[in-house]
């Protein structure tokens, strides 16, 4: 009952006949004690081994799948149907901080701007649209500054407070002064 779980109950005198596999005529063979097996695998190495230096990764993903010729030509007219054939490309930027960081990646960002605008890219989304650099983010509020002259708050505000009222909102909420 518990000879199962408790290895000392297992009576040592059974001989059990254990019939050996392929697999164990194979293993039990010493590999180290065959001088002509240690001089192949050893002139194998020799010969092999400026090729070693060639083995790369292969950075382009859809090629690393075998595809027969009849299903590359129905990729190719799925992607001139479809548009698929304008992939997706992740690019990182990276920096000392989060801020270097977002400059670059803003300064990526025009290229691709560039790109969208020769129609080689399709659509493009990226971190700048929720977070922005600090050196871009000064220049925006300078230029929002620079665009809300005391002039233009003397002329715009004033006609908005009746609209205002009409909604029951407080005109002073409405207010834009001070340095942002």
């Known amino acids: 009952m518990f000879a199962g779980f408790l290895p000392h109950f297992i009576n040592p005198d059974k001989n059990v006949l254990v019939k050996q596999s392929w697999l164990d005529r194979v293993s039990s063979v010493r590999l180290e004690s065959n001088k002509w097996l240690v001089a192949g695998i050893l002139i194998i190495t020799i010969v092999l081994y400026p090729f070693a230096k060639k083995v790369g990764f292969e950075p382009d993903m859809m090629r690393l799948n075998y595809m027969s ?12 149907i479809s548009g698929a054939a304008l992939k997706s490309v992740y690019i990182v ?3 000392n901080d989060l801020n270097q960081a977002l400059e670059k990646s803003e300064a990526l960002q025009n290229r691709v701007t560039e ?3 020769k129609g080689l890219i ?3 989304s990226g ?4 977070f922005i ?3 871009l983010q000064l220049l925006r509020i300078d230029r929002w500054n620079a665009y809300w002259t005391p002039g233009k708050k003397q002329e715009c505000f004033p006609g908005c407070i009746p609209w205002l009222l009409l909604r029951d909102l407080q005109p002073t909420a ?3 002064s001070g340095n942002y």
């Open 69 to 80: 010729p009849k299903l590359k030509e129905a990729e190719a007219k799925l992607n001139s």
């Open 93 to 95: 930027s990276e920096g």
């Open 115 to 117: 790109l969208k605008e």
């Open 122 to 124: 399709n659509t493009s």
């Open 127 to 130: 971190v700048t649209d929720l």
């Open 133 to 135: 650099s600090d050196s």
């Open 174 to 176: 409405w207010i834009i």
